[in-house]
T-cell receptor
Framework: QKEVEQNSGPLSVPEGAIASLNCTYSDRGSQSFFWYRQYSGKSPELIMSIYSNGDKEDGRFTAQLNKASQYVSLLIRDSQPSDSATYLCAVNRGFGNEKLTFGTGTRLTIIP | DGGITQSPKYLFRKEGQNVTLSCEQNLNHDAMYWYRQDPGQGLRLIYYSQIVNDFQKGDIAEGYSVSREKKESFPLTVTSAQKNPTAFYLC????????????FGEGSWLTVV
C-alpha cells in the first residue's frame, strides 16, 4: 500500500460544477495535510493546509480531513477552466518536513 | 520580490558529466530542500538542510550531492553516479524543518542526452 494514494484521473468536471478530489494515507500518526496545485510543466503551489478533523474553507476551496478514516479531500466549487491542473496531496507523517510524503496527483480537467 | 530562484530552467547533460543546479532564496527561510519529480510520479526528497553547513540525505540521495555554505543558497550537483537523472528538479524552502509550509521554486528540467 502506498503511503499516500490518489486517483490519477483524469477527472473531468463541467465548468461551474463541484470538483471532488480524494486522498488516503496509511500512517495514522500523520499530523498535517496539504493540497498543492501543479500546472503542466510548472512547480507546485500551495492551495490549502489542514491540521484537524473537519472542514476548512478558503474561497472556492474546501479541504476536509477525517483522521479516523485516514482520508483528506479537496472540493472546488464553481469550477473554472483555470482550475484544470494536477492536484497533489501531501501528508506529513511527523513534525518534520523531511517526513512530508506526496501522492502522485490527480489530473483535473474542467470542461467549458 | 521574495521567492525561490532556480537556474537553469532547462539543462542538457551528456552521460558521464556532473551538473549543478542552482537554488537561491530571499525569504530568510532556515530550511531548504531538493525534490525530484518524474512523469506521473509524486515528489521524492533528495536532500534537505535545516541550517547552514548542515544537510541530511532524503529518500533518494544516491548520485547527488549538495552544499549549504550560505543561508540563501542550496545548490544540487547531479553526479555521473546518478543512473537516471532525467527529471524535473524542485528546490523548496520553509521557515523551519518543523512542519512549516514548504514553498517551491519554479523548477529545473534536466535531460540526459
Amino acid at each position: 500500500q502506498k503511503e499516500v494514494e490518489q486517483n490519477s484521473g483524469p477527472l473531468s468536471v463541467p465548468e461551474g460544477a463541484i470538483a471532488s478530489l480524494n486522498c488516503t494515507y496509511s500512517d495514522r500518526g500523520s499530523q498535517s495535510f496539504f493540497w498543492y496545485r501543479q500546472y503542466s510543466g510548472k512547480s507546485p503551489e500551495l492551495i490549502m493546509s489542514i491540521y484537524s478533523n473537519g472542514d476548512k474553507e478558503d474561497g472556492r476551496f474546501t479541504a476536509q480531513l477525517n483522521k479516523a478514516s485516514q482520508y483528506v479531500s479537496l472540493l472546488i466549487r464553481d469550477s473554472q477552466p483555470s482550475d484544470s491542473a494536477t492536484y497533489l496531496c501531501a501528508v506529513n507523517r511527523g513534525f518534520g518536513n523531511e517526513k512530508l510524503t506526496f501522492g502522485t496527483g490527480t489530473r483535473l480537467t474542467i470542461i467549458p | 520580490d521574495g521567492g525561490i530562484t532556480q537556474s537553469p530552467k532547462y539543462l542538457f547533460r551528456k552521460e558521464g558529466q556532473n551538473v549543478t543546479l542552482s537554488c537561491e532564496q530571499n525569504l530568510n527561510h532556515d530550511a531548504m530542500y531538493w525534490y525530484r519529480q518524474d512523469p506521473g510520479q509524486g515528489l521524492r526528497l533528495i536532500y534537505y538542510s535545516q541550517i547552514v553547513n548542515d544537510f541530511q540525505k532524503g529518500d533518494i540521495a544516491e548520485g547527488y550531492s549538495v552544499s549549504r555554505e550560505k543561508k540563501e543558497s542550496f545548490p544540487l550537483t547531479v553526479t555521473s553516479a546518478q543512473k537516471n537523472p532525467t527529471a524535473f528538479y524542485l528546490c523548496a524552502s520553509s521557515n523551519s524543518i518543523s512542519g512549516n509550509t514548504i514553498y517551491f521554486g519554479e523548477g529545473s528540467w534536466l535531460t540526459v542526452v
